[in-house]
Antibody
């Protein structure tokens, strides 16, 4: 069974930093592209970042470019998102999502999400 | 940047057909994908590459494409289909992922 489990969310002060993790199981992690997608309370989905299966190719949404770092450890079956200089508008549920094997920019499995709240 | 435009809401009665549209100038060049999201749950992929349906998704879900508009059709709508539906595509380079604003499907 494919499973993605996010952790690391919580309350952070504006300007602070956070590292989110996503532990995966049930599929060959090193063969799949991965992304982070977020959803502000009561709002729609917004893509945050993408990483290739090897980790050598990375892309970011303009809204987080320069403040976010996506990475992966294929030996540990884990995906990460480091966020710095956090702002109130970064408050959201952050999902890790598996890229479809045919095209990595569509997501066939999602975790349940971890809530990040940026507030003083 | 570009946007995918969806209607905010669609209402249907049980057993009827629901159609949710998504429009953008890039859709003739890039595939569209559809997700269903129920309250408090993660999104679920229901249509990929405009018209393909994952094996675990019921046959009543289908997708179509015409020019700059893609459509998610749900035939014989059931109460359990009440959810938010999001279309998704990529920019012309295929790099940035874009989601539509979402459509709330109400089953009255």
């Amino acid at each position: 069974e494919v499973q993605l489990v996010e952790s690391g969310g919580g309350l952070v002060q504006p300007g602070g930093s956070l590292r989110l993790s996503c532990a995966v199981s049930g599929f060959p992690f090193s063969s799949y592209e991965m992304s982070w997608v977020r959803q502000a309370p009561g709002k729609g989905l917004r893509w945050v970042a993408h990483i290739s299966d090897s980790g050598r190719s990375i892309d970011y949404a303009d809204s987080v470019k320069g403040r976010a770092t996506i990475s992966r450890d294929n030996a540990k079956n884990s995906l990460y998102l480091q966020m710095t200089s956090l702002r109130a508008e970064d408050t959201a549920v952050y999902y890790c999502a598996r890229g479809h094997i045919l095209t990595g920019r569509v997501f066939d499995y999602w975790g349940q999400g971890t809530l990040v709240t940026v507030s003083s | 940047s570009y946007e995918l435009t969806q209607p905010p809401s669609v209402s249907v009665s049980p057993g009827q057909t629901a159609r949710i549209t998504c429009s953008a100038d890039t859709l003739p060049e890039q595939y569209a994908y559809w997700y269903q999201q129920k309250p408090g749950q993660a999104p679920v992929l229901v249509i990929y590459k405009d018209t393909e349906r994952p094996s675990r998704i019921p046959e009543r879900f289908s997708g179509s494409s015409s020019g700059t508009t893609v459509t998610l059709t749900i035939r014989g709508v059931q109460a359990e289909d009440e959810a938010d539906y999001y279309c998704q595509s990529t920019d012309r380079s295929g790099t940035s992922v874009i989601f539509g604003g979402g459509t709330k499907l109400a089953v009255l």
